[in-house]
Every structure is written in structure tokens, then in C-alpha cells.
């Protein structure tokens, strides 16, 4: 038997990012075009460790990923698991890694990890990070404690979980944080240790239709409440406001949105990036205790951006009952 019988099968799929990107001769900056096989073949050390499959399923800057798309690799993945793959690797751009690897978590079916992975510095750039981070997500993808604990990130050799990972800054190599829980593990020489067990969770549906469109506002000191009470006729289906601190607005902006939660459900978090919301300690108008008897929703934990995801798919499949349930 050859050895690469012998070793497991994992699928890595590719969607672009600063990973696949490279100057492109003809405009200024680099532009998304290694396919999924290029990317491989920067990390040779991969064909030590397992049978890799690689699918190109697009070439985007993260910042233009869209549902349709992410369902496609969804799906794309599930098929691999289905048939026999091991574990399935995603790479992308890192500026919506946040959002789209809770969006997935939210709906990954499977024991079978889903690691996601990209890059800060792009593929030709000295010191680039991006053969170091794939071979990491492929490491973390193939450990056997990693099965059952949903999607993952792995960046920078630290392992985090979707529905706690934060791009927390722009261009720095050590990008990626799990504000006030800390990452779930890390790699060491190629061995995944993590600090905590994982937490699984019931999938919700994945949507067959068109998203609900779900906004998200910023609670700004002196902010107008015009675009609050535009939503509803603009054809939004739900709201998620950044609010102040633990969960804060201002006096105009708590009576609107107790109004809009009458029509749509409304969801307040804080902007600050780390911690929870308040329940039960503030009592003046625009305070957590006066949006809750308004019939708004306190986010706990989950930061305004992933609330927005949460939302929207709770909507897509009639089950914003259980928002409440995930908010804790
Ligand atoms: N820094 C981003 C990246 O890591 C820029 C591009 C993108 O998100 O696609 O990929």
C-alpha cells in the first residue's frame, strides 16, 4: 500500500483573500489570482500529512463574498465530509473572516471540523503568513479533538472559535483575538493543544431563499433617529444596533427603537468590542433594563456583526423565537 493511501483525506477549498493575492502587472496593489492548487503547492509539507483535495470556488476580496456564495461552499464542504474527507479547510480574506465563519458555524451539520484560515500579508510578500496559517488550519483540521467543536479559525498558530473571533486590527500579522474568552488553543510544532473543551451546537436551517436584510447601525454620541425610523419602509426585517458600552443609546434612540421592535426584532450590543451587554444594572432611559421593557433584545456576548448574521438566518428560517435562546 502506497503512503499516500494510508493518510487522511481533508479538502481545502479556497474563495480568494490577501492568501491568493498577488501583483497583478497591470494595476498598482495585488489583486486575487493563485488558484486553490497554487496555494498548495507553497505548502509541500501538506503531502506529508494527509490526501488533499483542493476546489477553487471563487476569487474574491473578502469584502465581496456573498450569501449565495458561502452556502455554495457550504454545501461543497458537506458533500466532502460525505464522501469520505476527513476534514475541510476553507481559505479567505480576512476582513469578513469574522462574519462568515459564525455565518458557517451557525449552519455546519458535521462532527468534522471546518477550519477556516487566510492571510495578512499577501503571497509574494516577504514573510508572508499564508502557507503558514494553511498548513495550520490543515493540522488543527486533521487533530481528532478538533471534531465535534463546529467551524474554527486559525491564524497566526492560535486556534479560535467563529462565534468568538475578531479581526481587532487592520494590517498586523497577529490580527485575529477572542475578546474576554481568549483563543480556544493553539498549534505547537504541529501539534494542536487546546485549553478548554469545544461546544457543539444544533445547526439552524440553511436558508433556501434570499436573506432577510438585517441592518446594523452605530449608536453615535448626538446621533439623529432618521435612519432608525426609515427601516421599516426601506424593507428591513430586523435591526442591530452598536450601542454604547454595555448596551447603551441615547433617549431619542430608545424610543424609537422600542417603537421598531413592535414591527421587527431589534437587537442592541455594545460597540466597545469586548465584554457583554448589561441585563439588569442601568436604569435611566436608553439603559439596558428601559430596552428590554421596550421589547429589545440585549446581544450578552456576541458582538454586534455576528448578532446581524445570527439574526438574519434566524429570520430566514421563522425562528426569531429562539434569539434569545442564542444571545446568552
Ligand atoms: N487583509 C485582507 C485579507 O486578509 C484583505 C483582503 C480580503 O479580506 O479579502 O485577505
Request: charged content about 15%; aromatic content about 4%.
Amino acid at each position: 500500500m502506497s503512503r499516500s493511501n494510508v493518510l487522511p483525506w481533508v479538502s481545502v477549498g479556497s474563495l480568494g483573500g490577501t492568501l491568493s493575492m498577488q501583483p497583478d502587472g497591470e494595476r498598482q496593489g495585488v489583486t486575487p489570482s493563485l488558484d486553490c492548487e497554487a496555494l498548495l503547492r507553497s505548502v509541500p509539507q501538506l503531502a506529508d500529512l494527509a490526501q488533499v483535495r483542493a476546489r477553487t470556488l471563487c476569487l474574491q476580496p473578502s469584502a465581496s463574498l456573498d450569501i449565495p456564495t458561502l452556502l455554495e461552499a457550504l454545501g461543497w464542504a458537506q458533500r466532502e465530509v460525505e464522501a469520505g474527507a476527513r476534514a475541510v479547510v476553507l481559505t479567505q480574506g480576512t476582513d469578513t473572516l469574522e462574519e462568515t465563519a459564525y455565518l458557517l458555524d451557525l449552519l455546519w451539520p458535521c462532527a468534522a471540523p471546518l477550519v477556516m484560515t487566510g492571510a495578512m500579508r499577501s503571497a509574494r510578500q516577504p514573510g508572508a503568513d499564508g502557507p503558514g496559517n494553511l498548513l495550520a488550519a490543515v493540522q488543527v483540521a486533521l487533530a481528532e479533538r478538533s471534531r465535534g467543536r463546529g467551524v474554527q479559525v486559525v491564524l497566526d498558530d492560535t486556534i479560535h472559535h467563529a462565534s468568538q473571533v475578531r479581526k481587532t486590527a487592520s494590517l498586523a500579522l497577529a490580527a485575529f483575538e477572542s475578546p474576554g474568552v481568549g483563543p480556544e488553543g493553539v498549534v505547537v510544532e504541529g501539534t494542536v493543544h487546546y485549553y478548554r473543551p469545544g461546544r457543539a451546537h444544533a445547526p439552524l436551517p440553511v436558508p433556501t431563499g434570499p436573506m432577510p436584510p438585517v441592518a446594523l447601525l452605530e449608536a453615535c454620541l448626538g446621533a439623529d433617529t432618521d435612519l432608525l425610523w426609515a427601516l421599516p419602509e426601506l424593507g428591513y426585517a430586523g435591526v442591530v444596533i452598536a450601542g454604547f458600552g454595555a448596551g447603551h443609546v441615547s433617549h431619542a434612540w430608545a424610543e424609537a427603537l422600542g417603537e421598531l421592535a413592535a414591527q421587527m426584532p431589534v437587537v442592541v450590543a455594545t460597540r466597545t468590542g469586548n465584554g457583554p451587554t448589561a441585563r439588569s444594572s442601568y436604569g435611566f432611559v436608553g439603559g439596558e433594563i428601559d430596552l428590554q421593557a421596550r421589547g429589545v433584545h440585549m446581544a450578552g456576548a456576541l458582538c454586534p456583526r455576528k448578532c446581524r448574521v445570527l439574526l438574519g438566518l434566524l429570520l430566514a428560517c421563522g425562528n426569531v423565537g429562539l434569539l434569545e435562546g442564542w444571545l446568552r
